[in-house]
């Protein structure tokens, strides 16, 4: 067998594994490049050496007639500092919601977001401040002293705006169309 449909072969495995992500049964992957059980293996053992040899950090372990592609244990240490670092946030409907609420009207207390969107927003608000996209601008001087959020640097640059004053601005027919789907919301739960 020729170097270059070698390296192909072992591409082609490499990508197997790689993308199985679990052991692969030797007779499936030889089925797959269309050889024999034994020039396969011969062909995965030679991928194994290379692995070794070449300080690469993943190898193939052999589990019975399987092969697996995993990564070297000198290279944990590595992957934990990339799972230790923060997780990307994922914005549900909610908290876009909630967001675009702050985003408008701050500073806004967690009242009047409520009113705004006729349900408990605690969650909603607590979420876009532990993601560092809203926090607290202060206290409204009204009984209870009920705190005010808005928006934050974060949430400037996540949005790609230099300041609030960038965001779109909402013409009277569409708060009027946005109030109207409210109120009928509203009704919707109050008749359930």
Known sequence: MEEVEINKLEGVIEAILFTMGESVELNKIAAAIEHDEETTRKIIHRMMDKYEAEDRGVRIIELEDAFQMCTKTQMYEYLIRVAKQPKKY???????????????????????????????????????????????????????????????????????????????????????????????????????
Do not use: W
């Open 90 to 192: 994922v914005l549900t409907d909610v908290l876009l919601e909630t967001l675009s609420i702050i985003a408008y009207k701050q500073p806004v207390t967690k009242l009047e977001i409520e009113k705004i969107r006729g349900v408990k927003s605690d969650h909603a608000v607590n979420k876009l401040v532990e993601y560092n996209l809203v926090c607290e601008k202060g206290r409204m001087e009204a009984p209870g002293k009920p705190i005010l959020f808005g928006t934050t640097e974060e949430f400037l640059r996540r949005f790609s705006i230099q300041s609030v004053e960038d965001l779109p601005s909402l013409n009277p027919e569409q708060m009027e169309s946005f109030k109207e789907e409210a109120e009928e919301e509203i009704q919707l739960k109050l008749d359930i």
